[in-house]
């Protein structure tokens, strides 16, 4: 059966690895199970996501699956398409034969550009003038994609704004309501369908999108408390499973 892996508050907080979750990838591989890695985090490239997870011993390639990829699902090849998001999303648009137009300096400030598709995700680029350039495109008639709609993401130091508060912005200001790529929505349920099948496991942190996407695609959901799920909180939308502290507890209980 197939394990699909949540990757920020699974694997890891920010830069910083869980301890014991390298760990309980081998032992799932061990047991032969095939894992992958799903995450709604748009902005990096492949590689070096599956770079980060070699640092902490995980061989990860050609196992991450992101919300970039699955956005680019959405959008036909030959589309010209205006990125308000990170470099994550303009090489899965490239990789799909997408034509990705960037803003010229000088029509930044509400110029229209012309463009088939805007695709919103995470940047600390997102200021002022690429919202009015996404948002006009958008009112010209491109159709509006986001990666995911997560409000927050958690590092170290707390919560930050996620890709899903740029979302709302570009959809505001733009008029349309986004098609959104990323857990728990139909492009990223068909993605992990096709590599693991139509049963398995999805370990994440969070139950409205993790929880949401193990239901969608008629997986068991396990929940970690190693995210932004607080030990002690009480989940019940879905209810989790399996529920453990973190992965390796999770996994030692399960495959011993
Ligand atoms: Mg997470």
Not at 125 to 137: E, G, K, M, N
Not at 154 to 164: I, K, N, S, V
Not at 220 to 245: E, I, K
Request: glycine share 14%.
């Amino acid at each position: 059966m197939g394990w699909a892996l949540d990757l920020d508050g699974v694997m890891w907080r920010g830069d910083r690895p869980i301890a014991g979750s390298a760990e309980a990838v081998a032992t799932l591989r061990a047991a032969g199970e095939t894992v992958v890695f799903v995450t709604n985090n748009s902005s990096s490239p492949v590689v070096r996501v599956e770079q980060k997870l070699a640092d902490m011993g995980v061989d990860a390639v050609g196992a991450v699956l992101t919300s970039a990829q699955a956005a680019a699902r959405l959008v036909s090849p030959g589309a010209r398409a205006l990125v308000c998001g990170g470099e994550g999303i303009v090489e899965a648009l490239r990789g799909r034969g997408v034509e990705v137009v960037e803003p010229s300096p000088d029509r930044r400030g509400g110029g229209a550009v012309d463009v088939d598709v805007v695709v919103v995700g995470f940047t600390r680029a997102f200021d002022f003038d690429l919202l009015a350039v996404a948002s006009s495109a958008v009112r010209a008639g491109a159709q509006l994609i986001g990666t995911n709609e997560d409000a927050t993401y958690p590092t170290p130091d707390g919560e930050l704004p996620g890709g899903g508060a740029l979302l709302a912005a570009v959809a505001t200001a733009g008029g349309a309501t986004p098609l959104v790529a990323g857990k728990p929505h139909p492009p990223m349920v068909e993605m992990v369908g096709e590599m693991l099948g139509g049963a398995g496991t999805m370990v994440g942190d969070r139950p409205s999108t993790d929880g949401v996407f193990a239901r969608a695609l008629g997986f068991r959901f396990g929940l970690v408390r190693s995210g932004v799920t607080p030990q002690g909180a009480s989940v019940s939308d879905p209810v989790p499973d399996f529920d453990a502290l973190d992965l390796g507890s999770m996994v030692g209980s399960l495959v011993p």
